[in-house]
Antibody, heavy 116, light 107 residues
Framework: EVKLVESGGGLVQPGRSLKLSCAASGFSFNDYWMGWVRQAPGKGLEWIGEINQDSSTINYTPSLKDKFTISRDNAQNTLYLQVNKLGSEDTAIYYC?????????WGHGVMVTVSS | DIQMTQSPASLSASLGETVTIECRASEDIYNGLAWYQQKPGKSPQLLIY???NLHTGVPSRFSGSGSGTQYSLKINSLQSEDVASYFCQQYYSYPHTFGPGTKLELK
């Protein structure tokens, strides 16, 4: 069974940084592109970006590129999302996503709330 | 960026009814389109990929069609468990943009 479990979220002060993790299991992690999607409360889905199997290619939504860094550790079957200079607009559920044709598996999501 | 639009933004339908949701891309996406279902408080789930391929385990009452810039998701014989929001996503080019979603409710 594919499992994607995010962690590292919570309440964060504006201007701070955060690193989210996604622990993957139940599949061969290093065979897949992986990525992140977020969803602000009551809003739609926003694609953040994705990383290929050996980390040689990373694609981002251009408007988010300066804020986010996606990385992975294949030895630990873990995906990461570094988020810098958080603002209220970054309050959202952040989903870890396994990319195949579309996104064929999603984590349960982790909430990040940016507030002083 | 390719812009995705969906219509309607919301709809109300009766049990057993057939429902169609439309998705339009701002340019040709060559069938690089997926549909997702998201129930309240849950993660999205893949329904359709490559515009018309049913994902494993998805009931056959769901189907996708379309080409070029226009795509649709059809739900035959609506069930109560189909109450959800539905999103399309293009993955033909970067960034892989989502449509704004369609909220489906029971009448």
């Amino acid at each position: 069974e594919v499992k994607l479990v995010e962690s590292g979220g919570g309440l964060v002060q504006p201007g701070r940084s955060l690193k989210l993790s996604c622990a993957a299991s139940g599949f061969s992690f290093n065979d897949y592109w992986m990525g992140w999607v977020r969803q602000a409360p009551g809003k739609g889905l926003e694609w953040i970006g994705e990383i290929n199997q050996d980390s040689s290619t990373i694609n981002y939504t251009p408007s988010l590129k300066d804020k986010f860094t996606i990385s992975r550790d294949n030895a630990q079957n873990t995906l990461y999302l570094q988020v810098n200079k958080l603002g209220s607009e970054d309050t959202a559920i952040y989903y870890c996503a396994r990319h195949a044709m579309g996104i064929d598996d999603w984590g349960h999501g982790v909430m990040v709330t940016v507030s002083s | 960026d390719i812009q995705m639009t969906q219509s309607p933004a919301s709809l109300s339908a009766s049990l057993g009814e057939t429902v169609t949701i439309e998705c339009r891309a701002s340019e040709d996406i060559y069938n690089g389109l997926a549909w997702y279902q998201q129930k309240p408080g849950k993660s999205p789930q893949l329904l359709i990929y490559n515009a018309d391929n049913l994902h494993t385990g998805v009931p056959s009452r769901f189907s996708g069609s379309g080409s070029g810039t226009q795509y649709s998701l059809k739900i035959n014989s609506l069930q109560s468990e189909d109450v959800a929001s539905y999103f399309c996503q293009q993955y033909y080019s970067y960034p892989h943009t989502f449509g704004p979603g369609t909220k489906l409710e029971l009448k």
